[in-house]
């Protein structure tokens, strides 16, 4: 099977996962106990009132007609070019506003928070796992070890106080709840991530406050997440570096290092771009722990927001989001592991 072969049969299989995700959101949220428009009004609306309500949000039609238009609001390719994003729903709210709108309004600031924790988190993961790996069953090895389990098992809050209170509260380098200063104007939106559009921007100030903003959330996700790069990195390394080509290149007299990072790493790679993708993915759901603590204003903040304002149609939007989000990161590292390594396609 060729690679295009290959890229055309994953995309169509991701079709009936991406079904499958979107009828169980819709079936959990009908099954769960409560009725979200008694739940809104909370006993201080009249019968008409809730009624009404209910005929707006749709929820007085059949239960098959509610998941027609839930699907068809979804794929509603005339809205989707309209507004920018799909119809998920009206917020339960008083303001009744788009789900879709709230939801692509604060998936940026998830978005930009997870790409920096995934850098920092592969910086520190593979570095130490490289190092634990050249320096096998030494004192240098059981600390990077050590450490690769300690910051895995540290709650994510845990984590993020006490990086506030030290570099926050205590020393005042960075500022927490903001995606950048109050006295500097957001960049101009492109893309929505701070950073990007302020360099896009020609903005220097900008980016350099944004980034402060955004650096002490991210290094909490990224140190947590390292342990896994940590301990994948040092046991691929451990069996790619007893291999016979890596021996042949030390042979050849080349540098460590080339033979380190050209040859070992390069080769022990693959697993650790499959942890990648999916760990990205699950950083999402991490946000909203790092986004609560700091409150930075996430999707992941936006979720518990709506939570307690027991928004039903927002939950459900929220959720549909992750789970699309997660598919087409898993659909991007199959394509990327099929591109490196051709055997997956035979």
């Known amino acids: 099977m ?22 169980a959101v819709f079936v959990m949220m ?30 007085d039609k059949p239960l098959w007609a509610q998941y027609f238009d839930y ?3 979804i794929v509603d390719i005339g809205y989707l070019l309209q507004h920018g ?32 924790s995934m850098i920092i988190a592969s ?20 600390l990077i070890r050590g450490f690769g389990i300690v910051t895995y098992a540290v709650p994510v809050f845990f984590l993020g106080l006490v990086l506030q209170l030290i570099f926050g509260v205590y020393l005042g380098w960075f500022r927490t709840g903001l995606r950048i200063s109050p006295i500097v104007e957001p960049p101009a939106h492109v893309t929505g991530l701070y950073t990007i559009d302020s360099l896009l921007e020609g ?7 944004s980034f402060k903003s955004l650096l002490l959330p991210s290094l909490t996700l990224g140190i947590i997440l390292s342990g896994v790069f940590i301990r994948l990195t040092r046991t691929n390394m451990l069996e790619t ?42 950083l999402l759901g991490g946000a909203i722990l790092t986004e609560t603590t700091f409150s930075w204003p996430g999707l992941g ?6 939570i307690n304002f027991r928004d039903y149609t927002a939950i459900q939007g929220a959720v549909v989001v992750f789970g699309l989000f997660v598919t087409f990161v898993s659909l991007v590292v199959d394509l990327l592991y099929a591109y490196f390594d051709p055997r997956i396609r035979l």
């Open 2 to 23: 060729g690679l295009r072969s290959y890229v055309i049969t994953r995309i169509i299989l991701t079709i009936p996962t991406l079904l499958l995700l979107l009828t």
């Open 30 to 59: 009908r099954i769960l106990p409560g009725d979200p428009v008694a739940l809104h009004f909370e006993k201080k609306a009249t019968p008409e009132a809730m009624e009404q309500m209910r005929h707006q949000l749709g929820l």
């Open 71 to 73: 699907l068809g609001g």
């Open 85 to 116: 994003y799909p119809n998920l729903g009206k917020s339960m709210q008083v303001t009744t506003e788009d789900v879709g709108g709230q939801i692509f309004s604060a998936f940026p600031a998830t978005l930009e928070l997870a790409i920096y």
């Open 123 to 142: 910086i520190i993961g593979i570095l130490l796992g490289v190092a634990a790996s050249k320096s096998y069953n030494s004192v240098s090895d059981h």
């Open 203 to 209: 903005n220097f100030i900008k980016f350099v406050e």
């Open 241 to 282: 570096l007893r291999l016979e080509f890596v021996t042949a290149a030390r042979a050849r007299g080349l540098k460590e290092d080339t033979v380190t990072f050209g040859y070992a790493l390069r080769n022990a790679f693959l697993p650790i771009l499959t942890m990648m993708g999916l760990q990205f993915a699950l």
């Open 301 to 306: 903040r936006y979720i518990v927001d709506r």
